[in-house]
């Protein structure tokens, strides 16, 4: 069967937001296109799995529609093909077949339809029953089972999605969607391993989850092995698709504030993981300090932050929920930890002082959706090589990265120059630095990269050989002003 291109893909699923384009909000696109995208997805899957167990059967019906032959549930009228039967009443039978299948299906699709409740399907006087038809028939053009694309076609175009709709919206799409490349980065760092189990506590969409699934390339030994905790609700549903979308399976997505109310527990404390990745919202305010400064589960053992900014909130979570033997932990936060005094300046030195800190980078500027703050990435290790004891690499990656005229971006080989910078874990002259800890103490234990990078030293220049090129050049400007004005006199262009 001829797979369909990923442009092709992008058109058909844009398309679906055109036609919704008048009575839906652009920023509202994502809880109409996204949930339909995946009813039609999870229909199609079913009908594939039918087919094959019907060739393996000899053409049995009955035998092709036992559970055992499908990933989901879908009951009697809740498949696509029966809300494309409809001529009335459209939206409301889109919303009977989603909670059908939700039903159906509670341990692994429950709420991931009903979450956007921001769409109202059966409001005729946004959603007349020509536009749901229409918006059906165009869904319906194409199919989007496992042979028609394989995951990561199908997963590139929802992350597509995702990105359009972050655009659209223009508002917090930084939290909404973390730069692919970023998390190709962190993800190739960390190294997860096939059996080791993988922990975001601010999944987003999933996007670092099915990037360590993708870097392990062996679906089966992520089974049970993917967990990720996200506080939105919709957004939580959005990350459940997204794995399911790109083959994962048997993860765990689960809702709920992270910081106040960890999901993820064993035995009455955290439980601990061997990669642990996060690009949790920057200097969150509002995150519940109170509770955090008597944490029963001894998430402040470096301090409790203020109420004002979470980022070592986060961090301590994070570094409580590695695995004492093996665990890593790579996380992206506001560059002002390495450098903020205060409280914080005290957290630093004793973050310092475990030794985990194995690198920081320095990211470039404009790299994240739509926000102008300046990011970093600290990695850390409970098992650090002998060589790396005692000693912190930091990198300055601020000029690696491709110029877009939207946006700075950091293409593959930007990522391959940070990479070989953490790897290599050496000194080069305007780019890293490996420093120790008293290197650090003897800096009152800032962290801030440009403090110890080594830079080359200019060549100055004296005030006056400034002031006589200045002098040249605007002399030159005035000149060519004039050879400029007599041309447009000569040709009849104005009037002396």
Known sequence: MEQ???????LYLYEACNILHGPINADEYKSYVIPILFFKRISDVYDEETQ??????????????????????????????????????????IVNAMTGIERANPDTLSGVFSSFDDANWTDKSKLSDERLKDLVEHMSSR?????????????????????????????????????????????RILAPKAGETVYDPACGTGGMLIEAIHHINNDTSTYGKIYGQENNLATSAIARMNLFLHGGRDFKIVQGDTLRSPRFLYRGELQTFDCVIANPPFSLENWGADAFLTDIYGRNMFGCPTDSNGDFAWLQHMIKSMDPKNGRCAVILSQGVLFRGGKEAEMRRKLVETDKLEAIINLASGVFYRTGVNACALILNNNKPESHRGKIVLVDA??????????????DKDIDAVYELYKNYTDVPEKSKVVTIQDIADHDWTLAVNNYIEHK??????????????????NEVKLSEQKFKQLLVDGGYINE
């Not at 369909?4 to 992008?10: E, I």
């Not at 601020?398 to 293409?411: G, L």
């Not at 220049?461 to 040249?472: G, R, T």
Request: charged fraction near 25%; aromatic fraction near 10%; glycine fraction near 4%.
């Open 398 to 411: 601020s000029n690696i990265y491709t110029a877009k005229r939207a946006q700075n971006v950091m293409e």
């Open 4 to 10: 369909t291109t990923r442009d092709q893909l992008f």
């Open 457 to 474: 030293a200019v060549e100055s220049v004296s005030p006056a050989v400034v002031k006589q090129e200045f002098l040249q050049t605007l």
């Open 52 to 93: 094959i167990a019907m060739e393996e059967s000899g053409n049995d019906a009955e035998y092709a529609a036992l559970p055992d032959n499908h990933r989901f549930i879908i009951p009697d009228g809740c498949h696509w093909n029966d809300v494309r039967e409809q001529t009335t009443n459209i939206g409301l039978a």
């Open 143 to 187: 199919k989007v089972g496992n042979k028609n694309y394989p995951n990561d076609v199908m997963g590139d175009s929802y992350e597509y999605l995702l990105k359009k709709f972050a655009d659209l919206a223009k508002k917090n799409a930084g939290e909404f969607y973390t730069p692919r490349s970023i998390v190709k980065l962190l993800v």
